[in-house]
C-alpha cells in the first residue's frame, strides 16, 4: 500500500442576511494582501442562509506569513469587515 497525506490552512469568511430581508443578491469578498493588493471574488446569496469563502482557494491566489484584511460589500456597502493573520 501507499499513502499520501494532505493538509491546508485555510481561512474561512462568512456572511449572511440575518432576517432574510433580501430575496438575493451578489457579495464582493475582498482581501488586501500584505503587497497592498487586492484579490476579489462574487457570490450570490439569497434569503438569510450563510454564504462563504475560502482563502487562499476562492480567490486563486497564495498566502505569505502576514496579516490580511477582508471586507464583505452589497451593491457598494461594506457590510462586513475584519482581519486575518497568517504565521510562519
Excluded at 469578498?29 to 450570490?44: E, I, L, R, W
Excluded at 505569505?64 to 510562519?88: C, D, H, L, M, S
Amino acid at each position: 500500500m501507499t499513502w499520501q497525506q494532505s493538509q491546508e490552512t485555510v481561512t474561512k469568511l462568512g456572511i449572511r442576511n440575518k432576517y432574510g430581508s433580501l430575496k438575493k443578491y451578489k457579495i464582493t469578498f475582498t482581501v488586501k494582501q500584505p503587497d497592498g493588493s487586492n484579490v476579489k471574488t462574487d457570490k450570490n446569496g439569497g434569503g438569510d442562509g450563510w454564504v462563504y469563502v475560502l482563502f487562499p482557494d476562492t480567490f486563486q491566489t497564495y498566502t505569505k506569513p502576514r496579516k490580511y484584511t477582508w471586507k464583505a460589500t452589497v451593491e457598494q456597502y461594506t457590510i462586513a469587515k475584519g482581519e486575518f493573520k497568517y504565521k510562519n
